[in-house]
């Protein structure tokens, strides 16, 4: 079993940055493809970014690309969504996500854990 926990979610005002912090409690976290996903009131989860435990490959949704990076500390077991230039419209739940496979993929349904979510806030 693999236990998420997320940190470093909060209310900012657009143009502002954010840091998201999820720890994985599962000692061999570099076997897992890890992603961040979100979900705002009314609409479905959606893919943010993912990382790849093959070659250590970025992945983001076009929405963040440039202004979001994904990255990971294995020592720390920890993953991280460093988010930048934020906006009204990236207001949602971030959810850190666990996929037990070699290839990253942007589908909610390819992971098999998830954390319990930290709230994201954007005022303009």
């Known amino acids: 079993q693999v236990q998420l926990v997320e940190s470093g979610g909060g209310l900012v005002q657009a143009g502002g940055s954010l840091r998201l912090s999820c720890v994985v409690s599962?000692?061999?976290?570099?076997?897992?493809?890890m992603g961040w996903f979100r979900q705002a009131p009314g609409k479905e989860r959606e893919f943010v970014a993912a990382i790849s435990e093959t070659d250590g490959g970025t992945h983001y949704a076009e929405s963040v690309k440039g202004r979001f990076a994904i990255s990971r500390d294995v020592a720390k077991n920890t993953v991280y969504l460093q988010m930048n230039s934020l906006k009204p419209e990236d207001t949602a739940v971030y959810y850190c996500?666990?996929?037990?496979?070699?290839?990253?993929?942007?589908?909610?349904?390819?992971?098999?854990?998830w954390g319990q979510g930290t709230q994201v806030t954007v005022s303009s």
């Open positions: 996500a666990a996929r037990n496979g070699p290839t990253a993929t942007r589908s909610p349904l390819a992971y098999d854990f």
């Open positions: 599962r000692r061999t976290f570099s076997s897992y493809v």
